[in-house]
């Protein structure tokens, strides 16, 4: 965020970022920071405590006209308020945000929580967003969760059908989600599927 490495080489048709989570970053208490290009067009920086929003704002100002980001996000970026909840209205007001799936947990090394794939376009084709809950999509392995082909296959074609799916897709438009208060978790969208026994 500080020093990047690509001036010279974006922008970039397609970006996959899994930046780390929750970090602290100088925002806008360093004045160069506070005019760069990257961040000031949302009306404010990501704070200070969590750089979440810093990695998607940085990764939305280098694709190209008709790019597409894909970025790994923890859950809590998705629905926080202050400063997240002003960059979040930014994305959804000027229609970037093409998806949000949510992810089974247990994925990775070191934590067991469940991520967001935050999906980015430059170039949508309406204002509708994907809602997309892909949390039963796995397989056990051991002691963690996997993706397997054919997890990976089904949560793509919901992803490239934009299609609704009950309890797995939502389709929901700009104004939609505003009256939500720019949320952007899937399970705000998605009613789940009721699998109690019927008594």
């Not at 990501?46 to 894909?70: C, I, N, Q, Y």
Request: charged fraction near 30%.
């Amino acid at each position: 965020l500080t020093d990047p490495k690509h001036w010279d080489d974006e922008p970039f048709d397609l970006i996959v970022s899994n930046p780390p989570w929750s970090i602290t970053w100088p925002s806008d208490s360093d004045p160069v920071l506070a005019n760069d290009e990257r961040f000031k067009a949302a009306g404010v920086l990501a704070p200070k405590s969590k750089a979440d929003l810093a990695f998607v704002m940085h990764s939305l100002s280098w694709l190209s006209s008709e790019g597409t980001a894909a970025i790994v996000c923890f859950p809590g970026v998705m629905y926080r308020g202050g400063r997240e909840k002003t960059i979040r209205e930014y994305l959804v007001k000027e229609n970037f945000v093409d998806a949000v799936i949510q992810m089974p947990f247990n994925l990775f090394f070191g934590t067991n929580v469940s991520c967001c794939l935050l999906i980015l376009r430059k170039a949508k084709e309406n204002d509708k967003t994907a809602f997309i809950d892909a949390s039963s999509e796995f397989v056990s392995v051991t002691n963690s969760n996997k993706l397997s082909e054919e997890n990976i296959q089904t949560v793509y074609r919901w992803y490239m059908d934009k299609k609704e799916v009950e309890h797995k897709v939502k389709l929901v438009s700009i104004d939609d989600i505003a009256k939500e208060d720019y949320n952007l978790s899937v399970s705000t969208y998605v009613e789940p599927e009721d699998t109690r026994e019927k008594v």
